[in-house]
């Protein structure tokens, strides 16, 4: 049976059914795979096992209808016209074709578009980096749903651009001169959803750096020494509020303690890390943040905080800094399913409204 004859619900069952069994360590083809990221990206199985243990653990039925009830108003609007109040009863009927070029070697990071892209019953195209680990999920969402097989091609991505002709929606990773190129071979109409590079900070104010200084580099290091992870990063910036150099020095040493003993559950492979992640800023408050990173042209994804750290200061951080996401640090390097990734919407850039009047 085609996919788009499917109830948008089988198709997320079927999803989160076969994302499940890939959250065994022990699955036969996530065995391959680890294997196979570890070989390509140096990175160590502890690494790895994390990264994908973050990844499919993610993706469940319930946070997958939760964000296409939050943008699409619900599920029931990828089957047929659904009424709302004051508007025309309309469909969210997914695009034909998706084209998803990964450039970058990140783990996993086509997966999330690739699962909403599904269950907008589009036909979906990855251009992946060749880990294998794109292709060994789709055989098992094959498995879990017979028509998902027939919806995803998996291709190594080899720097043609040209391959991208022919998608109404072009979702991409990579550095600006690749994502320049890979627009410029975009149909005239198609829709272009570019994620490029960008930086993460971390931004600790004054009270928590007079707490618990061991558990808070803990957490910064954890995120720093897991930067591999599907769409995360280490830190570029850590900026400290109301520093003293005293207080900078025991900072800087306690950081430089918590990346080497992170390193011993979490070992580097064949990829150094550096002992303390990022450059280290004090200012005195987050305008001075904000005042660094407009010098210096810095484009923030993400800033790392606290524990604790208030709604209305994560608010004003990311207003003035231009953050498009605030975590809590310790969680920077695995950005949730249902969060807005690059400050996107999840599936609506893979649909089209069609309207009842």
């Given at each position: 049976?085609?996919?788009?004859?499917?109830?948008?619900?089988?198709?997320?069952?079927?999803?989160?059914?076969?994302?499940?069994?890939?959250?065994?360590?022990?699955?036969?083809?996530?065995?391959?795979?680890?294997?196979?990221?570890?070989?390509?990206?140096?990175?160590?199985?502890?690494?790895?096992?994390?990264?994908?243990?973050?990844?499919?653990?993610?993706?469940?039925?319930?946070?997958?209808?939760?964000?296409?009830?939050?943008?699409?108003?619900?599920?029931?609007?990828?089957?047929?016209?659904?009424?709302?109040?004051?508007?025309?009863?309309?469909?969210?009927?997914?695009?034909?074709?998706?084209?998803?070029?990964?450039?970058?070697?990140?783990?996993?990071?086509?997966?999330?578009?690739?699962?909403?892209?599904?269950?907008?019953k589009s036909?979906?195209?990855v251009h992946?980096?060749?880990?294998?680990?794109?292709?060994?999920?789709?055989?098992?969402?094959?498995?879990?749903?017979?028509?998902?097989?027939?919806?995803?091609?998996?291709?190594?991505?080899?720097?043609?651009?040209?391959?991208?002709?022919?998608?109404?929606?072009?979702?991409?990773?990579?550095?600006?001169?690749?994502?320049?190129?890979?627009?410029?071979?975009?149909?005239?109409?198609?829709?272009?959803?570019?994620?490029?590079?960008?930086?993460?900070?971390?931004?600790?104010?004054?009270?928590?750096?007079?707490?618990?200084?061991?558990?808070?580099?803990?957490?910064?290091?954890?995120?720093?020494?897991?930067?591999?992870?599907?769409?995360?990063?280490?830190?570029?910036?850590?900026?400290?509020?109301?520093?003293?150099?005293?207080?900078?020095?025991?900072?800087?040493?306690?950081?430089?303690?918590?990346?080497?003993?992170?390193?011993?559950?979490?070992?580097?492979?064949?990829?150094?890390?550096?002992a303390v992640?990022?450059?280290?800023?004090?200012?005195?408050?987050?305008?001075?943040?904000?005042?660094?990173?407009?010098?210096?042209?810095?484009?923030?994804?993400?800033?790392?905080?606290?524990?604790?750290?208030?709604?209305?200061?994560?608010?004003?951080?990311?207003?003035?800094?231009?953050?498009?996401?605030?975590?809590?640090?310790?969680?920077?390097?695995?950005?949730?399913?249902?969060?807005?990734?690059?400050?996107?919407?999840?599936?609506?850039?893979?649909?089209?409204?069609?309207?009842?009047?």
């Open positions: 049976m085609p996919l788009r004859q499917i109830a948008a619900r089988a198709i997320v069952s079927a999803v989160a059914d076969a994302a499940e069994r890939w959250t065994d360590a022990d699955f036969p083809p996530r065995v391959r795979a680890t294997a196979a990221i570890e070989a390509r990206l140096g990175y160590s199985m502890p690494v790895v096992d994390y990264a994908l243990d973050r990844l499919f653990g993610g993706i469940t039925a319930a946070a997958l209808d939760a964000a296409v009830a939050s943008e699409l108003g619900s599920v029931a609007a990828l089957d047929a016209f659904v009424a709302h109040a004051g508007r025309p009863a309309a469909w969210a009927r997914g695009v034909d074709r998706v084209s998803i070029v990964v450039s970058d070697a990140t783990i996993g990071v086509a997966i999330a578009p690739l699962v909403y892209a599904l269950c907008a036909r979906v195209v992946d980096r060749g880990d294998a680990l794109i292709a060994a999920f789709a055989h098992t969402l094959g498995e879990a749903l017979p028509a998902l097989r027939d919806a995803v091609d998996v291709q190594t991505w080899t720097g043609d651009d040209a391959a991208v002709g022919g998608a109404d929606v072009v979702v991409a990773f990579g550095g600006a001169e690749t994502l320049r190129a890979i627009r410029a071979a975009c149909d005239a109409g198609a829709a272009f959803v570019p994620f490029g590079h960008a930086a993460s900070a971390a931004y600790v104010d004054h009270a928590s750096l007079a707490g618990d200084l061991g558990a808070l580099t803990a957490a910064i290091a954890r995120d720093a020494l897991l930067h591999a992870i599907g769409g995360g990063g280490a830190f570029d910036l850590i900026f400290l509020e109301r520093c003293d150099e005293a207080g900078r020095e025991r900072f800087v040493r306690a950081l430089a303690e918590a990346c080497e003993a992170g390193a011993i559950e979490f070992p580097p492979g064949t990829r150094e890390h550096a992640p990022g450059t280290v800023v004090v200012v005195g408050g987050i305008p001075d943040a904000a005042a660094y990173v407009a010098r210096h042209e810095v484009a923030l994804r993400a800033v790392g905080v606290p524990p604790g750290f208030g709604d209305d200061a994560a608010e004003d951080l990311a207003a003035q800094l231009g953050a498009l996401r605030v975590a809590t640090l310790g969680d920077l390097a695995t950005p949730p399913l249902g969060g807005h990734f690059g400050g996107r919407a999840r599936i609506a850039d893979f649909v089209r409204w069609v309207d009842r009047e």
